[in-house]
Every structure is written in C-alpha cells, then in structure tokens.
Nanobody, 123 residues
C-alpha cells in the first residue's frame, strides 16, 4: 500500500512537499517513482529512485523537483519548487519490483500505485 500526502492549493511560485509512505516495501528491492496526471492528459513520469538508489528526473522538471527517500521511515518525498499553474494535476506515487533505471518513469513498468493526491496551482 502506498499512501500519498501533502497536496493542496498553492499559489504560483510556491512550494510543496509530497510524501509517500510505502510501509510494506523495502527500497533495496523496489524502485519508487512519482507521476502526475492532468485532466485529459497522459500520466507523466516525474522522478524516480531505482532500487539501487540511482535517481532519475524527467527533463521537464529536473530544475524544480527533488526526490528523496527516508529508508527507516519508508517514505519517498517529492519537493516541488517554483510551482506553475501547469503543475496542476493529480500526483501519484508508484512502486515496481526491481524496475530498472531506464524504465523508472514509464508508468507501465510500475505495478503498485497510490490513490493519488491533488495539487492545484492557482492565484
């Protein structure tokens, strides 16, 4: 089970910190990633941490998004800075057993998903 938190309404230019508690997962065996989906758009991979610890970002967000993991707390965090209206979407945490780095941001390669959390960027 993956449980996301930290979403909400934020003004443009603001920051958010999304958290995903993955209490049943061992990060050395599971790759974790964040995705988002806006209405009418495909699910988009944002950032991921391979089971080895390697981190991957989508080019579109690498300057503003930071992913991290807290192994003891079994939590994956996505820090989002300089939020823009186009960041408005439902954000999802996902896990995949030994998903390789090259496929980290492919939504079809991770098989367990959180329920999603809404992020709205608006003045």
């Amino acid at each position: 089970q993956l449980v996301e938190s930290g979403g909400g309404l934020v003004q443009p230019g603001g920051s958010l910190r999304l958290s995903c508690v993955a209490s049943e997962y061992t990060f050395s065996r599971y790759s974790m990633a964040w995705f988002r989906q806006a209405p009418g758009k495909e699910r988009e991979g944002l950032a991921g941490i391979e089971h080895s610890g390697m981190i991957k970002y989508a080019d579109s967000v690498k300057d503003r998004f930071t992913i991290s993991q807290a192994i003891t707390e079994k939590t994956i965090t996505l820090q989002i800075n300089s939020l823009k209206p186009e960041d408005t979407a439902t954000y999802f945490c996902a896990a995949g057993f030994r998903t390789p780095y090259s496929l980290l941001l492919d939504p079809t390669k991770l098989d367990t998903w959180g329920q999603g959390i809404q992020v709205t960027v608006s003045a």
